[in-house]
């Protein structure tokens, strides 16, 4: 666009008229047609909606004079009045071969319909049944063929006595030959008396009618309801109409009477209209009439008022061609730039907005798996828990239960798998409500689901927890069809309880799928009287790498609560050494990394537990520690930790960049490449490659276990530049392919 044009006042006078003369005229105009087509819309609306709720009860009635002409068939069938004949001549009448061909026939005549499950033909004075699988006694048909709870049964049985023109009960459940069904009883007296002698009892499958229903029925209604004295026997809901656009435009009810039967048709239509401009010729002569006068009155407007705006859009158009020229070529008025700004602004909003929550849930996330992994805390780290708007303290009570989906064994299904995440979703915030206890469910690497139960008064008594689990395994059951595996641990007072809570539970789980898969003749009652000392390995990580840095109070309050912890599980002295001795095992690592001569730690550790004193042996351990962390404190200086802990930390937010290298770290922070190799194993304890690769591994397993995207797309994902440089790494770690990873994870 020219200069003279983006900045001028006769492009100002003309916008401006428009502004201020054509708003009225425009206004009063539209609102005068929207009125009308509104009227107009809403009436060809309802037309078009009566149309349709009479098509679908035409649709449905249709089916049903099927049905009852099947009644009227199989009532004049001389073999059906035979039947109805309080005799047994039949038998003599009829022979195996034309019995057969009678069964043959009447299923024919079942499945033509496309709506029904099976039928069936009830004698009631003879108390016999037949179908297409033969003749039954009642009691025998209704407790191996099809089998109803007592209460339907007694309901099937009294309807067929009494004379029934054309009946439909509400669904129910039976299981046809030991499969479940949901079906819709429809019973057809033979004869016309009281008590007829023969009843066509139909049962149409809700499945096949809901088929059938969705093939002939309604695209233009949000919510079908067919009702039989005022109890449903189907509904249709079209998924997205019901919810997202009912809920903002709302909607009406159209009900229709069966001509066939005493069944009421119920569909709910948006109470919505489509607004058009049919009369286009008023609008435009006022709209050119507008413009005329706009531009005579324009002229004198822009000289009197709008003379300081002019100076100003001009400055604001010489910026916008400065900030646009690298860029594209401006095009439209200073308008059209202003909305483009303020689109550009909204978009890099939303962006940042998207950024910062996936940050926030990322972060939130590994701060759940911190907590199960063992939180020993100190200021800075409950100010963290505060900042992501996580109320956990010491003084509240937690516990942790897993929920695993390890029973399905068709995990390609992603959107079964899905359906029951959802489910899950639901399920336990319904039955947290209802025991009133706070809680966060998030994804874990051992099972699929953990939950962190809190609360600040103590709770768990009397089977509470059990209840809990066996709640969410019932309700999950019932609506996703498996079951799931629902363990919950102990309840714990304090942050480090979650870490307690989760691995007490993750035992259960591990020991029932390596029961299920290896050990199915061990009993359960002789494996839980195995009693094993707790030192998590996680735990031992965080020991070590408080070890390492110096901080003597994380490190004793680790000890601590692994002494108490292995105190409440009455190890023998046995298992109270081996533990003593590996926790020495592990100084004695350090020790090592730390390049300080081991033999006289050894020795002194042997000569004392020769005299099998624990106390003692504790007591040793924590003077170990004390001289570690010490010796540390002293020896790593501050710009040294400050250095690693931001090397650490770049790392650990970097590490899916196929660009993070030894080189790259040392042009970043401005050193070597040696001093950076040594500050960062001096940090984590491990050189650095091999800390880049674990946790690139460690990521790639769980994209592999959730079987999302291809192999090629993990190891772009995790930071490799190609797929065979990560399988060389995956075998490196795992000693595995990715492959044989992915069918073991099933």
């Given at each position: 666009m020219r200069l003279g044009n983006f900045g001028s006042v006769t492009f100002r006078k003309i916008f401006l008229s428009y502004t201020v003369i054509l708003i009225i005229p425009i206004i009063v105009f539209s609102s005068l047609n929207v009125q009308r087509n509104i009227r107009e819309e809403r009436q060809r609306l309802h037309d078009k909606h009566v149309s349709d709720a009479n098509r679908i009860a035409v649709v449905v009635d249709d089916k049903l004079q099927e049905l009852k002409n099947l009644g009227k068939l199989m009532g004049e069938e001389s073999w059906v009045r035979k039947m109805m004949q309080n005799t047994d001549v039949y038998e003599n009448e009829f022979d195996f071969l034309k019995m057969l061909e009678i069964r043959r026939n009447f299923e024919n005549s079942i499945n033509s319909l496309n709506i029904l499950s099976f039928g069936m033909i009830v004698f009631p004075e003879k108390k016999q049944i037949f179908s297409a699988w033969g003749t039954y006694a009642e009691d025998d048909f209704f407790s191996s063929v099809a089998v109803f709870d007592n209460e339907v049964q007694q309901r099937i049985e009294s309807t067929a006595l009494e004379q029934q023109y054309f009946k439909m009960l509400p669904p129910e459940t039976m299981k046809l030959w030991g499969n479940s069904k949901r079906v819709i009883p429809v019973f057809q007296s033979l004869e016309v008396v009281n008590q007829p002698r023969g009843v066509l009892v139909l049962f149409i499958d809700s499945a096949y009618f809901s088929d059938y229903m969705h093939r002939f029925g309604s695209i233009e209604s949000t919510d079908i309801l067919i009702t039989t004295q005022g109890q449903s026997i189907y509904r249709q809901t079209q998924a997205g109409l019901a919810g997202e656009e009912q809920g903002s435009q709302g909607s009406y009810q159209l009900v229709v009477s069966s001509l066939e039967s005493d069944l009421k048709y119920k569909m709910s239509y948006l109470d919505s209209s489509v607004i058009g401009i049919n009369n286009l010729f008023s609008s435009l002569l006022a709209i050119m009439i507008s413009i005329a006068l706009g531009a005579l009155t324009a002229f004198l407007l822009a000289k009197i008022s709008y003379h300081p705006l002019g100076a100003l859009l001009s400055k604001l158009s010489a910026a916008i061609r400065y900030d646009d020229v690298r860029s594209s070529p401006i095009s439209g008025s200073e308008y059209n730039y202003i909305e483009k700004s303020f689109d550009r602004l909204l978009h890099e909003n939303e962006k940042l907005q998207r950024s910062m929550q996936d940050y926030e849930k990322a972060a939130k996330s590994n701060l759940f798996q911190r907590l199960l992994k063992g939180y020993f805390t100190d200021d800075q780290q409950m100010n963290g828990l505060k900042k992501i708007g996580i109320g956990y303290t010491d003084e509240m009570y937690y516990c942790t239960v897993l929920i695993s989906f390890h029973a399905i064994r068709d995990v390609s299904d992603f959107g079964q798998i899905r359906k029951i995440e959802l489910m899950t979703l639901v399920i336990v915030e319904k039955v947290m409500e209802r025991h009133g206890l706070d809680y966060e469910l998030f994804e874990v690497t051992h099972a699929d689901k953990a939950l962190i139960l809190s609360s600040e008064a103590l709770f768990g008594q009397e089977g509470r927890m059990?209840?809990?689990?066996?709640?969410?395994?019932?309700?999950?059951?019932?609506?996703?069809?498996?079951?799931?595996?629902?363990?919950?641990?102990?309840?714990?007072?304090?942050?480090?309880?979650?870490?307690?809570?989760?691995?007490?539970?993750?035992?259960?789980?591990?020991?029932?799928?390596?029961?299920?898969?290896?050990?199915?003749?061990?009993?359960?009652?002789?494996?839980?009287?195995?009693?094993?000392?707790?030192?998590?390995?996680?735990?031992?990580?965080?020991?070590?790498?408080?070890?390492?840095?110096?901080?003597?109070?994380?490190?004793?309050?680790?000890?601590?609560?692994?002494?108490?912890?292995?105190?409440?599980?009455?190890?023998?002295?046995?298992?109270?050494?081996?533990?003593?001795?590996?926790?020495?095992?592990?100084?004695?690592?350090?020790?090592?990394?730390?390049?300080?001569?081991?033999?006289?730690?050894?020795?002194?550790?042997?000569?004392?537990?020769?005299?099998?004193?624990?106390?003692?042996?504790?007591?040793?351990?924590?003077?170990?520690?004390?001289?570690?962390?010490?010796?540390?404190?002293?020896?790593?200086?501050?710009?040294?930790?400050?250095?690693?802990?931001?090397?650490?930390?770049?790392?650990?937010?970097?590490?899916?960049?196929?660009?993070?290298?030894?080189?790259?770290?040392?042009e970043i922070f401005q050193m070597s490449v040696s001093k950076v190799s040594k500050i960062f194993k001096e940090v984590t304890g491990i050189n650095f490659y091999d800390y880049l690769c674990r946790l690139r591994m460690e990521m790639a397993k769980e994209l592999l276990r959730e079987r999302k995207c291809g192999i090629d797309v993990i190891a772009r994902r995790v930071g490799y530049e190609n797929v065979y440089s990560f399988k060389r790494a995956f075998v490196r770690y795992e000693g595995i392919k990715p492959d044989e990873y992915v069918d073991i994870a099933m």
């Open positions: 059990e209840r809990i689990a066996a709640s969410i395994t019932e309700e999950i059951e019932q609506a996703c069809g498996f079951h799931p595996y629902v363990l919950p641990g102990t309840v714990e007072k304090g942050l480090v309880g979650i870490s307690k809570s989760y691995y007490t539970a993750n035992e259960s789980l591990q020991f029932i799928m390596f029961s299920r898969d290896h050990l199915p003749d061990i009993q359960e009652e002789t494996a839980q009287t195995i009693v094993e000392y707790y030192y998590p390995t996680d735990w031992e990580v965080q020991l070590i790498n408080n070890l390492k840095i110096g901080n003597l109070d994380t490190t004793m309050q680790i000890l601590h609560e692994i002494s108490a912890e292995n105190g409440k599980r009455c190890l023998s002295e046995a298992s109270t050494m081996r533990l003593v001795s590996l926790l020495m095992e592990t100084m004695l690592r350090v020790l090592h990394e730390l390049n300080l001569d081991t033999g006289i730690y050894v020795k002194q550790f042997a000569n004392k537990a020769e005299g099998s004193d624990v106390a003692e042996l504790w007591s040793y351990v924590y003077e170990v520690v004390t001289l570690i962390c010490e010796r540390n404190r002293y020896s790593n200086s501050m710009p040294t930790i400050e250095v690693g802990s931001q090397l650490l930390q770049y790392v650990n937010e970097n590490y899916t960049s196929s660009d993070v290298s030894l080189k790259q770290l040392a």
